[in-house]
Structure formats: C-alpha cells, structure tokens
C-alpha cells in the first residue's frame, strides 16, 4: 500500500508541472508525505497536533535561515538569473520535509523514511542539472532543512508540557477537524486547508 501511495505521490507531482521545472513542486513531497500517511493507514510517532507543531518550527527555522543567508551571501546562480543562489531553499525544504518523514515513520518502515530523503535528494539534483544551483548550494540548503527539524524536535517536549496543561484546563474538549480546499488557475495550482483542535 505503501509503495503505490509513493508511485501515486510521484504521478500527481510530476503531470502537475506542466508550466514549472518539476523541483518547484517535488520540493513539497516529503512535507505533504508527513500528513498524508496516516490517513492512508500509517500510524505516524507523534500526534497530529504535535506534528503541526514540529512542521510549521521546522519550516519557519528553515525560512529564517535559509533566507537571511540568500539576503547576505548574494551569490549568483549558475544561470545568472539572480543573486540568490546559496543557500539552495528548494534543497532545505525538501530535507526539512524528508527529515519530518524519518522521525514520523522510522519506526512502522525505514523505506518510507529513504524514500522521503531520496524525493530530497532528486529536488537538490534537479536544482543543480537545471543550472539554478551549485553543489554547495544545495549541499547548504539540505543541512539546514535537516538540522531546523532536529531543533524543531528538540522544542517538542516544551510544547507537549505547555500544551498538556492548556488541554487539562480545557472544559469543552472536542475532536480534531480539518477542512482541506484545492485552487488551481492557469498561473499555480494548491491546496488550501484549516485544521482546528
């Protein structure tokens, strides 16, 4: 089951990119990996709550990072597009989302973790076959992706002590709802979604 929803991933990724260089989305994969699992039957280690938690200060310690670096550093891609080349911000999304996968799922398979980390490494690859990259760009953006979600990891225990407190003061427990929207135009296509616990 596994191995199709992964070919299933790939398929709606790669016929998406019709307008775009295929990296552009791969990048997200691993990320969305993380949340689409369980649904399909794959119990994740952490909650939904906590993987929300652990997601969103990985994603904003990888922007933090990543960008101030591509403001400071100003190196020219390969390209001569722009100025903005290291850190590569494609390679550390999709290691930040590659490494939130591993934590999640090492236990139920290793090869959901490799599989995440290989869409990772084929987004960094791209990046420099594309000539948008060098090799240390993207060898710069996968260590930062990779480390913002082991710090992020290290937060947990606060957040679960401070969110256990708050969940035990609450009188009016209710479940979890998600509501997830697609948009799609001739300029992009997404996803749109409100999870409220």
């Known amino acids: 089951m596994i191995r ?6 790939f398929m709606v990724v790669s016929s998406a990119c019709a307008h775009a260089q295929v990296e552009d989305y791969l990048q997200y994969v691993p990320t969305a990996m993380n949340f689409a699992l369980e649904p399909c039957g794959v119990k994740p280690a952490h909650s939904l709550k906590d993987r929300l938690f652990v997601t969103v200060a990985a994603w904003g310690i990888t922007y933090g990072v990543a960008g101030g670096l591509k403001m400071t550093v100003h190196e020219w891609r390969p390209d001569d597009s722009d100025d903005k080349a290291f850190p590569s911000g ?18 139920v398979s290793p090869w959901i973790g ?11 690859t791209l990046r ?6 060098y090799v240390h760009d993207v060898l710069a953006g996968a260590a930062i992706g990779y480390l913002s979600t082991e710090t992020a990891y ?14 035990k003061d609450d009188k009016d427990k209710g479940d979890t709802a998600i509501a997830i929207f697609p948009s799609a135009s001739t300029e992009h296509f997404g996803v749109t979604g409100a999870i409220v616990f």
């Not at 199709?4 to 991933?9: A, E, P, Q, T």
């Not at 550390?92 to 591993?102: E, I, P, R, S, Y």
């Open 114 to 124: 490799i599989s995440a980390y290989a869409i990772a490494a084929t987004t960094a």
């Open 154 to 167: 290290l937060m947990l225990p606060l957040w679960q002590k401070l969110t256990t407190k708050k969940d």
């Open 90 to 107: 494609h390679s550390a999304k999709a290691f930040c989302g590659a490494n939130l996968v591993m934590h999640e799922y090492k236990d």
């Open 4 to 9: 199709k929803l992964l070919v299933s991933m």
């Open 128 to 133: 420099v076959t594309h000539k948008k990259h």
